[in-house]
């Protein structure tokens, strides 16, 4: 069975945030005003964690995992989050019932609900 997976060169990381932002126009996740970005409120599937340690900036990009033994998957009650044959953790969006237990039970702490309408670019 084919696995993905993803290698990040953290000493090519610069946190410039493309991959953040590109995660976000892919998946059809709002940017979020800039009093929620100030807040940490807004959605991030992908995200970097910047820390100073002894004067040095450390950048960790924190990406969903896409875990073996998924728990997001294991606890949604309605199936709405499932795990495909090639292992990438997946949601169908019209069968979520916004209980949120995906976003308690994620060791990454990348899920979330989006309480906006999803809107689709026309082109």
Known sequence: MVRWGMVIDLDKCTACQACVVACKAENNVPIGSEAEQQAGRQIAWMDLVIKNHDGKM????RPCMHCDNPPCVQVCPVG???QREDGIVDQEY????GCRLCMVSCPYG??????REPSWPDT
Do not use: D, E, G, S
Not at 58 to 61: A, C, D, I, K
């Open 58 to 61: 450390m950048v960790l990009p």
């Open 80 to 82: 709405a989050t499932f």
């Open 94 to 97: 019209n069968r979520c019932i």
């Open 110 to 115: 990348v899920r979330y609900f989006n309480w």
